[in-house]
């Protein structure tokens, strides 16, 4: 296999990664909104955060001891590792959880377009990655799509508090992509995913314990029938918390944060806005469909190939 082959292989696995991550953080809302539901296992934001620390601790810990190096990392990646750590915990699960306690499904998608640009201005100060001509393009209809979704009410059920919510949670989204993107391939994407994993995961139960809702919450997902366990554990414990974290740290080894970053928070889009307007009955105005139409329109051109410049004297 020649080298080009195979840097073409790397990236169709890449590309395959993060979309697949995002087809569970686009199911996330859906699914909060979901066990959210009077009727259901009465989750609340808190609830639903600290279940999720709780069920999800085990694997991460498991993940970060099976695929620990052999050599002990040095003190400026375990501090990375913390930080995003940090950023994966309180600030991407704890606000995404209240920001879809408090919104609607649609506009916490949405919203997370937003990361998309974050994420590459942050990359290209801090990672010093270059961003070409259509990516800057995808980029400024992102941010229009995301300004006509944030000043108006789009969609049925929305709020400014929850928008709120959900824009800390894009800050701490993006933050991660880049920390993670630092710490490049010195790693496995299990030993990575699974330290940060753990660090956010603790902070929450801590935070659990420290509200008294620990055990309460704990016991929560087995109060309803197989529905709540399935979008528990299925959704948020196996696919969002373990999976889509995993392959986003695998997708970081081949492409640029910036780039993962854009096929994330617009696969999300478009995977969970279907999921709203089908599984939630949410409906969107002109200005929300309108606003749709642009986010995917920057998905689309996000997802075109990078070409490098050809070389003088070659063909």
């Known amino acids: 296999m020649t080298e080009r082959n195979s840097t073409a292989l790397r990236t169709s696995f890449a590309l395959f990664a993060i979309l697949s991550a995002a087809f569970f953080w686009g199911g996330n809302a859906v699914a909060s909104k979901i066990l959210y539901r009077p009727d259901g296992a009465h989750f609340d934001a808190v609830a639903l955060f600290v279940a999720r620390a709780v069920w999800s601790l085990p694997f991460f810990a498991f993940m970060a001891w099976f695929a620990r190096p052999d050599r002990r990392p040095p003190r400026a990646d375990w501090l990375l590792l913390i930080a995003t750590g940090v950023c994966f915990g309180p ?18 998608v949405m919203l997370l377009s937003l990361g998309a640009p974050l994420t590459a201005v942050v990359s290209a100060i801090a990672l010093k990655e270059r961003v070409d001509a259509v990516r800057i393009a995808a980029l400024a209809i992102g941010i229009a799509g995301a300004l006509v979704l944030s000043l108006t009410r789009s969609a049925s059920g929305s709020s400014l508090k929850g928008d709120g919510f959900e824009l800390i949670q894009v800050i701490g989204f993006a933050l991660i992509f880049v ?24 902070l929450l ?8 809702r620990l055990v309460s919450s704990t016991v929560l997902p087995f109060a309803s029938g197989p529905s709540t366990l399935w979008w528990f554990f299925g959704e948020i414990v196996i696919g969002l918390s373990i999976y889509a974290q995993t392959a986003q740290t695998f997708a970081l080894r081949t492409l640029g944060a910036g780039i993962v970053g854009l096929i994330g928070a617009y696969g999300t889009l478009a995977f969970g806005l279907f999921g709203a307007v089908w599984l939630l009955d949410e409906r969107l105005s002109p200005a929300g469909y309108l606003a749709a139409a642009m986010l995917a329109a920057a998905l689309a051109l996000a997802m075109v190939p990078h070409r490098d410049p050809a070389t003088p004297g070659t063909a």
Not at 95 to 108: E, K
Not at 179 to 191: D, E, K, V
Request: glycine letters at 14%; aromatic letters at 14%.
């Open 91 to 108: 600030l991407a699960c704890g606000f995404l959880a209240l920001a879809a306690q408090y919104t609607s499904g649609a506009h916490v």
């Open 205 to 212: 139960v801590l935070f659990g314990l420290a509200s008294g």
């Open 179 to 202: 920390l993670t993107r630092a710490l490049g391939t010195r790693y496995s994407p299990f030993f990575i995913s699974g330290t940060f994993g753990s660090v956010a995961m603790v």
